[in-house]
T-cell receptor, first 112, second 116 residues
Framework: SQQGEEDPQALSIQEGENATMNCSYK?????LQWYRQNSGRGLVHLIL?????REKHSGRLRVTLDTSKKSSSLLITASRAADTASYFC????????????FGQGTTLQVKP | NAGVTQTPKFQVLKTGQSMTLQCAQD?????MYWYRQDPGMGLRLIYY???????DKGEVPNGYNVSRLNKREFSLRLESAAPSQTSVYFC???????????????FGPGTRLTVL
């Protein structure tokens, strides 16, 4: 499968701690995106990192990309209860018409 | 802007019944997508439309048909529903496919479909 694979499947932390989620993939990519899904809702785009970038920041989010290892990580710093959600990575393959391939997601629970 | 809207929010069908899920976007996006999400799984692409007038199969197209009615609207039809089609269905849109675009997708709230 060329699908993104995420690790861990579930993560439970205390408010204020950092949360790290990892994504691995198998194909050459154009970019990699992270999405959040709150329970019962649609996905919301968080951050995008292009294949020629190694790190990006957005507020409390930090994304890294290692194309040699075909992996990415999403770090959420100083987590809050409101960060409780499922997080999905999605890859856009290099030769592609815009279709994203989603991983199975990491479920994050932040305890107050 | 409403973004991406989907109707209905919930639906229960009996095996063999047909129905159409509606999706509309007001962001003037070229591309639209239909996904299904099953428990413990990511999203799987059913069909997509790279631009008005075109549609293509995704990963799991069997049992579904689509219509890109105009630039705003993209509908998904189940001709003869089966229990295996019980799922949450999401519609999404993006500005444009391919080079030069980020292909960030914007999602609707989903339709929860149960087939008995």
């Amino acid at each position: 499968s060329q699908q993104g694979e995420e690790d861990p499947q579930a993560l439970s932390i205390q408010e204020g701690e950092n949360a790290t989620m990892n994504c691995s993939y198998k194909t050459s990519i154009n970019n990699l995106q992270w999405y959040r899904q709150n329970s019962g809702r649609g996905l919301v785009h968080l951050i995008l990192i292009r294949s020629n970038e190694r790190e990006k920041h957005s507020g409390r989010l930090r994304v890294t990309l290692d194309t040699s290892k075909k992996s990415s990580s999403l770090l959420i710093t100083a987590s809050r209860a409101a960060d409780t959600a499922s997080y999905f990575c999605a890859i856009l393959r290099r030769s592609n018409t815009g279709k994203l391939i989603f991983g199975q997601g990491t479920t994050l629970q932040v305890k107050p | 802007n409403a973004g991406v809207t989907q109707t209905p929010k919930f639906q229960v069908l009996k095996t063999g019944q047909s129905m159409t899920l509606q999706c509309a976007q007001d962001m003037n996006h070229n591309s639209m997508y239909w996904y299904r999400q099953d428990p413990g799984m990511g999203l799987r692409l059913i069909y997509y439309s790279a631009s008005e007038g075109t549609t293509d199969k995704g990963e799991v197209p069997n049992g579904y048909n689509v219509s890109r009615l105009n630039k705003r609207e993209f509908s998904l039809r189940l001709e003869s529903a089966a229990p295996s089609q019980t799922s949450v269905y999401f519609c999404a849109s993006s500005e444009s496919p391919g080079r030069g675009s980020t292909d960030t997708q914007y999602f609707g709230p989903g339709t929860r479909l149960t087939v008995l």
